[in-house]
């Protein structure tokens, strides 16, 4: 089932993008959780890490690397940042359409809660 983020990705509601290209989208969070907050969605609808198969091992890949080069372009590469995946209801997943979260600018705790 289609999300608020497929809606995103096809222009039909507007989001604060901050990085495009034909597998991914990254835009900022609307409820930020630190200063910097940015979710790389891949295009396909796959609702989650858990339904993530084999064959979308590039494309988790060039989540990930796309991330890294996102959190260099907010400035925050070298003071670091958080990468997470909310997986399923424990996880605390709220939008079944698989998303990173890029979390920065502030000193993150752990363990998470
Ligand atoms: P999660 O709990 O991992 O499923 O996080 C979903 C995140 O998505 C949450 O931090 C809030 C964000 N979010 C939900 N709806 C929208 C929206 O319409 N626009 C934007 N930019 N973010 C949204």
């Not at 609702?47 to 064959?55: F, I, T, V």
């Not at 260099?72 to 359409?97: C, F, M, P, W």
Request: proline fraction near 6%; charge should be negative; include cysteine.
């Amino acid at each position: 089932m289609s999300t608020i983020f497929k809606k995103i990705i096809d222009k039909e509601i507007p989001a604060d993008i901050v990085y495009e290209d034909d597998l991914c989208l990254a835009f900022r969070d609307i409820d930020p959780k630190a200063p910097t907050h940015i979710l790389i969605i891949p295009k396909k609808e796959i609702p989650s890490m858990a339904e993530a198969s084999q064959d979308d091992e590039g494309l988790l890949g060039h989540l990930l690397v796309t991330a890294s080069r996102i959190a260099k372009d907010q400035g925050i590469s070298d003071s670091g940042y958080r990468l997470v995946a909310n997986t399923n209801n424990q996880g605390g997943q709220e939008v079944y359409h698989l998303h990173i979260h890029l979390l920065g600018g502030r000193q993150m705790t752990w363990p998470p809660g």
